[in-house]
């Protein structure tokens, strides 16, 4: 079992920033593929960005690819979201996502069976 938590959210002005962390408690023994998706209202989860077991790759959605950035540091057994020039659009819930049964990052969330309790970002124009 992988338990994630989530923080770092808030409210925060288009074009300002705001870094998101997730720590994972229970099964750290060894890394694994991690990722964030997102949940607007109305709209459904939808993948954001994903970091392989060492770190050494990573993967980003169209939407936020040269505004984001993943990151890990599996010495705290955490993994990072830096988002930048933010945008009314990105505002959403945002969920960490642990994937210790795949070897490659994934960007379907029916590859991640552990999830977090999902964190509010609200950008407002």
């Known amino acids: 079992q992988v338990q994630l938590v989530e923080s770092g959210g808030g409210l925060v002005q288009a074009g300002g920033s705001l870094r998101l962390s997730c720590v994972a408690s229970?099964?750290?023994?060894?890394?694994?593929?991690m990722g964030w998706f997102r949940q607007a209202p109305g709209k459904e989860r939808e993948f954001v960005a994903s970091?392989?077991?060492?770190?050494?790759?990573?993967y980003y959605a169209d939407s936020v690819k040269g505004r984001f950035t993943i990151s890990r540091d599996s010495a705290k057994n955490s993994v990072y979201l830096q988002m930048s020039s933010l945008k009314p659009e990105d505002t959403a819930v945002y969920y960490c996502?642990?994937?210790?049964?795949?070897?490659?990052?994934?960007?379907?969330?029916?590859?991640?069976?552990?999830w977090g309790q999902g964190t509010q970002v609200t950008v407002s124009s």
């Open positions: 970091i392989s077991r060492g770190g050494g790759y990573s």
């Open positions: 996502a642990a994937a210790p049964g795949i070897d490659y990052i994934s960007t379907r969330s029916t590859d991640y069976p552990y």
């Open positions: 229970g099964r750290t023994g060894s890394t694994f593929p």
